[in-house]
């Protein structure tokens, strides 16, 4: 992360209470459980929810015992629903390290991610506070129906933009606009303010996925060519969509191939320069900006302060990260 | 079920709401989603688990609105593992029809079982009970511990009798231990009824588990040979666990084949016909016997009822079906 000092210094000591809290919150006397456990903690992310989580309560009075909580669960439900994810797309790698389902197999990656989230809903529960628990069951529904609407769009090559709006918003904004708003909720909040918070995370959920969609189109591991992978599952993001529905020859031929679904490697390539030549990425990044620049509108109703400020330059980072 | 209405007599009523409210708790404006729901839908099983609630609820008092609600998200929980395990142990068939990893693939099963472990949650929320809301969230870790730990022991094959007891507490007896104890909340039971249901769901549990896995030594589909799933999985239950610890020849040389892993069908035989003329399925069925007769026992402490019988003649059942 660019700056990311600057982005955790409003918190840095609550950040790091989440870290120690986070580590210790997985620990299993099973010791196959626990092997799977260490695999996952030894290549943890970004913590951009957590993160999320502390400025939204910073930004509305002070980070709490919830907050703190509150920033576990989510980061551990986070944690679960992608070890879930590497399962279902059959993921070999995750954060540069081998995925659970690669090191042992697909069972005990789908039991460690139901451990995982149950230790999530438990420490959700903890918090005592009914607003915050049914935030979170609702999210876990959203987030398991949102992977499925994605499966099924592309099994039936749904070329749709308010299909992948709809695919995005369960399987991302949901989880972002949980994380800003119980951050809100867990310091105390008003309504208005816990509102306001939520739809900046909304919002910014919205910029962060079509950001992650974007990366496909390109060489992220250095490996010469573009990654491809959600074309080749099927996966028709916002470039390839925009490019798809070009009124010219092209398109038309492209859109029947995808329809075909055995797509090569050369039919991928093929998509992949469409969709960059008819001015997709461009388009894409230009829908992304709008999100990004209604988050921060939406930031602004927010008192001054500089929780605040860094959750602006939180979404800066979202928007001009590279991976 | 032999006397089924005799079980269901007391809460018939109450039993026929269960059903249209469960049938009604699943639905999806996704459309690969809901044809997942409709196979579950309509291969339902005895509905043990929500008549425990019910009639643990009668028993204390009446059943209440959050007594249904309570059977309702506790047999949602129960089918979304029964998804899970189906992928686990790449089960076909469920209920005498496919499974949904068979008729779909893992990735709409394992979604699907996420998604109705999120309803559930939800529906345990809707009580607005805390203690109620902590039971079943914890459920949710011993239920995967639980799966985990026995794949755990089979893999190394330990061949203990408190491993086994261990697995199977955690995979069974928690659940039914949580049906009956939550039916006796949802009543506004006192706590000495609460703690006294607990414990006869458990001991149930403990009886129910053994009964399943003495079926695995016997000819279930009428196909002529003993189903042997078990141990084909590695999974040494009772029966074989009792054979394996006598002091002979044959029992150390067949340890020695387990340890080997690799079954043939003719090792699973070998090892079922070792079980039965060792008196490994007497020794099972004394000990689900006791689990039995302790469970009734503790019964016996709460008053007299119509419930109270038809929870004794649930517990008969239990141990006497034949699948």
Redesign the interface.
């Known amino acids: 992360m660019n700056d990311r000092s600057k982005i955790e210094e409003p918190v840095s000591s609550e950040f790091a209470r989440f870290n120690r809290e986070f580590e210790s919150s997985l620990r299993?006397e099973?010791?196959?459980?626990q092997a799977a456990i260490d695999q996952i903690l030894g290549a943890t992310g970004k913590h951009i929810r957590p993160l999320l989580v502390l400025l939204a309560a910073k930004a509305c009075g002070a980070v709490t015992e919830s907050t703190i909580n509150s920033a576990v669960f989510l980061e551990l439900l986070h944690t679960a629903t992608l070890i879930?994810d590497d399962?279902?797309d059959e993921t070999k790698q995750r954060r540069g390290v081998p995925s659970l389902n690669a090191i042992f197999d697909?069972?005990?990656a789908?039991?460690?991610g139901?451990?995982i989230?149950?230790?999530a809903?438990?420490r959700s529960?903890q918090t005592?506070d009914?607003r915050i628990?049914?935030i979170v069951?609702?999210?876990?529904?959203d987030?398991?129906?949102g992977?499925?609407?994605q499966?099924?769009t592309a099994?039936e090559r749904i070329l749709d933009e308010s299909c992948y709006l709809q695919v995005i918003y369960k399987k991302t904004a949901t989880l972002l606009a949980a994380c800003t708003s119980i951050g809100a909720i867990s310091a105390g909040a008003d309504d208005k303010q816990i509102a306001q918070l939520h739809e900046f995370g909304e919002l910014l959920g919205y910029a962060f996925q079509i950001r992650d969609d974007i990366f496909d189109y390109f060489d992220a591991s250095h490996i010469g060519k573009p990654t491809g992978n959600d074309i080749r599952e099927g996966k028709v993001t916002l470039p390839l969509l925009y490019a798809l529905r070009q009124p010219n020859e092209e398109a038309a031929h492209l859109r029947q191939i995808i329809l075909n679904k055995d797509l090569t490697d050369e039919h991928i390539k093929r998509l992949i320069d469409f969709a960059k030549v008819s001015g997709g990425i461009e388009y894409a990044k230009q829908s992304m900006m709008r999100y990004h620049h209604q988050a921060l509108e939406v930031l602004r109703s927010l008192p001054e302060s500089a929780a605040r400020n860094a959750l602006a330059a939180l979404a800066d980072y979202i928007v001009t990260r590279e991976k």
């Not at 069951?137 to 529904?141: P, T």
């Open positions: 299993s099973t010791n196959l459980l879930h399962v279902i697909n069972r005990v789908v039991l460690t139901d451990y989230l149950s230790t809903l438990i529960i005592g009914m628990i049914g069951s609702n999210l876990g529904r987030l398991s129906e992977e499925i609407k499966m099924e099994d």
